[in-house]
T-cell receptor
Framework: GQSLEQPSEVTAVEGAIVQINCTYQ??????LSWYQQHDGGAPTFLSY????GLEETGRFSSFLSRSDSYGYLLLQELQMKDSASYFC??????????FGQGTELSVKP | DSGVTQTPKHLITATGQRVTLRCSPR?????VYWYQQSLDQGLQFLIQ???????AKGNILERFSAQQFPDLHSELNLSSLELGDSALYFC??????????????FGPGTRLTVL
């Protein structure tokens, strides 16, 4: 089967940088995705890594290392509106997503 | 607004009952995915349909079933409901053509409460 682990909670201050780590176990997958969810709302796509390395999208960056079964999401210049849950997910053949349990990020003023 | 619609937004029912959740994907998206989100289980993949055919199954209970119709909308049927079925049910859609990554767009969800 496939499984992912991420910290349950992370706290940071406005303007700071925070990194949310994700480790996974799988025999095969296409890539690692990241989604954001505010308070039970619809998850929204943030980033995808199909290859090892860093992907940058504005204030958000994501990293994947297949050899280490590890990825992370980096959020820079934190804003209050970034307070949300962040999920890493394995992207599989057919488009199926297997999600981690999520990390709740609290941004303090 | 992702372009994916789900009805109803809220549903309250009793144990043992049967309910149907409906999802309309974004225009042009052929693939529909259903996910269950409960407090202790996170986002769990249930089932995927592609252009009317079942494509992948997750940990979907036998009491649950789904289908995708010719107009591409999808329905998730939950029967013999139990208290533990109370959760948020999300539908997502993507163009999915295989190979490269295709972003999934999530609907607003249906909150099911079983009393």
């Amino acid at each position: 089967g496939q499984s992912l682990e991420q910290p349950s909670e992370v706290t940071a201050v406005e303007g700071a940088i925070v990194q949310i780590n994700c480790t996974y176990q799988t025999s095969g997958f296409y890539g690692l995705s990241w989604y954001q969810q505010h308070d039970g709302g619809a998850p929204t796509f943030l980033s995808y890594n199909g290859l090892d390395g860093l992907e940058e999208t504005g204030r958000f960056s994501s990293f994947l290392s297949r050899s280490d079964s590890y990825g992370y999401l980096l959020l820079q210049e934190l804003q209050m509106k970034d307070s949300a849950s962040y999920f890493c997910a394995l992207y599989n053949q057919g488009g199926k997503l297997i999600f981690g349990q999520g990390t709740e990020l609290s941004v303090k003023p | 607004d992702s372009g994916v619609t789900q009805t109803p937004k809220h549903l309250i029912t009793a144990t043992g009952q049967r309910v149907t959740l409906r999802c309309s994907p974004r225009s042009g998206d052929l693939s529909v995915y259903w996910y269950q989100q409960s407090l202790d289980q996170g986002l769990q993949f249930l089932i995927q349909y592609y252009n009317g055919e079942e494509r992948a199954k997750g940990n979907i209970l036998e009491r649950f079933s789904a289908q995708q119709f010719p107009d591409l909308h999808s329905e998730l049927n939950l029967s013999s409901l139990e208290l533990g079925d109370s959760a948020l049910y999300f539908c997502a859609s993507s163009v999915y053509r295989g190979g490269s990554y295709n972003e999934q767009f999530f609907g607003p969800g249906t909150r099911l409460t079983v009393l």
